[in-house]
């Protein structure tokens, strides 16, 4: 949950401001639109859940009910479990 609402954060953001970036230029709105676009990618693919989800893997995996949270839990979206667990992997 916690990079899913840094993710709206900056979403919400750019939103609250993209009409005023519009009206000035349609370049600067694009160029704005890379902030949370990058955010978005670093927190998913590089500098969060990957360093997160390894030190969890690292300190938890002997732990006896590890796996089946892993298959309940999901790594970004809020979901309940009974929504998440069917969905395909």
Same mark, same amino acid.
């Given at each position: 949950?916690?990079?899913f609402?840094e993710?709206l954060?900056?979403w919400? !953001?750019?939103?609250?401001?993209?009409?005023?970036?519009?009206?000035?230029?349609t370049a600067?709105a694009?160029?704005?639109l890379?902030?949370?676009?990058?955010t978005?990618?670093?927190?998913?693919f590089?500098?969060?859940?990957? !360093?997160?989800?390894? @030190?969890?893997?690292?300190r938890? @995996?002997?732990?006896?009910g590890?796996?089946?949270?892993l298959?309940?839990?999901? #790594?970004l979206?809020?979901? #309940?479990?009974?929504?998440? @667990?069917p969905?395909?992997?």
């Amino acid at each position: 949950p916690n990079y899913f609402g840094e993710i709206l954060l900056w979403w919400g !953001i750019w939103l609250s401001a993209a009409n005023g970036l519009w009206s000035v230029s349609t370049a600067c709105a694009i160029i704005a639109l890379l902030s949370p676009l990058l955010t978005m990618a670093l927190l998913m693919f590089v500098s969060g859940m990957p !360093i997160a989800e390894k @030190r969890d893997q690292q300190r938890y @995996r002997s732990q006896p009910g590890y796996a089946e949270y892993l298959e309940a839990t999901s #790594p970004l979206w809020p979901l #309940p479990s009974c929504c998440y @667990r069917p969905l395909p992997s």
